[in-house]
């Protein structure tokens, strides 16, 4: 009989077990597995569906919360009438006062620019532009802004950053907190933090604008960076558009060298044509990247002599100046000629800040000139379309119809005097203006020179023989535009504002463009002294005065140490004279030596490997006559 075979262990006896399984057991197996399977696609697919949304999401830009539009009225509820105990600083182009909204940002501030600033209004759409691109926890975020047509105000609404600025903080109030070191260590690397992720933006964005004062800390005392109204993107060529009547801020990106033309659209969808407030259908923004140069804004001014203007009667004068671009101001009578901003080339050069705006962007479209132009002479001058519609066919024959007649019915005398005196006024106007054109072209040369001696004797000085020949004049010269007196004296005059707070004045129009102004930040976080300071024993003013001079001359002889805030507590030496050496490498005279801001953040962070003192800054640097270097080869 044969034995029953038992079941074996081994895979190929499997299929003889299965047909023991019943079938009701088989099938409930099958739909398991199928069970299992099915749900093990069902994850994977998930799981693929989730990596590629994180992909999305993280190629697509956080979405920042929406700019608030505020009422002026709240505004001015919210800082008690901006009221002066309310008074956080004074800018160059307005004041800030702490205000107290309803929720969710209760304690805000409230920037309000000063009305009819042409300048102010360009940093309000510059700040409003950027606050739509920018979205970085080391940027001072803007919360809303405010336009107020009528009364011609313009307000930003930020967030309150409760220890001000850095510059008060460290030279003013002298905060305690950063009396210690570790955190005024950290204040420097937010900073390059802040400008890092700045400059990693594509395309990247340029402060144009740092300054100890516009490095604002929160309760913390961490450091952001704030006021955008001079920043600007970076690429070859650049036009930023806001556009006026449209809802979007777009920025046109025209790379040299190629016919690309990209546009990019961003999400600022907050100006419109009442941000201008009439000046031109123009933005000033997009005015001021696009226009030519200001040399090619010269308008040929003949001499009073030689002027030949055609003359019917002083009521009727037309004087029409024609620039490259063939620009025609019409002016109707030599009184209003003399109060309305004449020549675009004089009123251009009036504001050095529109021109160093202008010099930044060289090229575009003639046509642009032109608007530029209308919108220096502002709303005093009638727009072109008026001027054409005006001078244009039916209109122009009936005013020179009407001017015939009237001139015709004046006798020989009366006609004979009228002419005499419209060019006796013409004359006496133009040579007027002549004369204050060369009286500015002078002074302008004047300042120049003094200028460029000022800056080659002291910034350049290295022996104690050179900066021993820095001048109280020269040093005044430094203290006045260190502390934008010019123009606070100007703004003064013009607006009775008071002094900024804490006797910190705006310097950006003096100090943007000077040498001084590359990259002190670090050395005056390390030293705590401003970039120019005279304070302290005579003997010791000579040699400290200008920190950058003083940190030179103690780089050569190997101490750098000596730099360090004598008040500061806890310092790690280590940490401040790499600071230092930071801000050297910043200053060094040529710009392609300067590290860029990641290096910048690598070694401050111990990322990268500590600087060496640059050529410029070491204790014996190479001497560059070659008769030195032959000897030494001879040898
Ligand atoms: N968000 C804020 N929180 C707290 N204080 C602020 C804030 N914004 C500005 N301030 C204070 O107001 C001062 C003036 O600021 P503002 O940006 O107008 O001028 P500035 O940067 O000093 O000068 P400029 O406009 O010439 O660059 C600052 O120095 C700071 O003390």
Partial sequence: MPSRALPSPSPANQPSSTTLISPPLTLAAVGLSLFFTLSLCFCKSTRKRRSSAAVISSSTPPQKPPLREFTYSSLRSATASFSPENKLGQGGFGSVFRGTLPHPSPVVAVKVMDSGSLQGEREFQNELFFAGKLDSPRVVSVIGFSRDRKRRRLALVYEMMDNGNLQDALLHRKAPELMEWERRFLVAVDIAKGIEDLHGLDPPVIHGDLKPSNVLLDRGFNAKIADFGLARLKSDQVAVTVGPGSDEVTVTEVRLGSNDVESVVTSASVCDESVNFGFTDQSPVSVCKVVESPETLQVPMTSPETLQVPVTSPETLQVTMTSPETLEVPMTSPETAGSVSVSPEMEVKRNGKEMEDKEGNGGGGGGKVKDYVTQWIGSEVRKESEWVAETSGAAMKKKSRNRLEWWLSLDEEDKEKKKKKSRRMVREWWKDEYRKELAKRVNKKKEKKKKKKTLESEFHSDDVSSSNSITSSSIDWWLERLSGGEQLRA???????????????????????????????????????RPLDVTGPASEIIQRANLMSWARKLARRGRLGDLVDEKLQCVDQEQAVLCIKVALQCLQRSPVSRPSMKDV??????????????????????????????RKQRR
């Fill in 491 to 529: 703004r003064r005059k013009t607006s009775g504002d008071s002094a900024k707070s804490c006797g910190g004045v705006s310097s950006t129009p003096s100090m943007r463009g000077t040498m001084c102004y590359v990259a002190p930040e670090c050395c005056v976080l390390v030293s705590g002294r």
């Fill in 601 to 630: 953040l690598g070694m401050l962070t111990g990322a990268m490997s500590p600087p060496e003192l640059p050529r410029e800054f070491s204790p014996s640097p190479q001497s560059q006559f070659p008769f030195k270097t032959r």
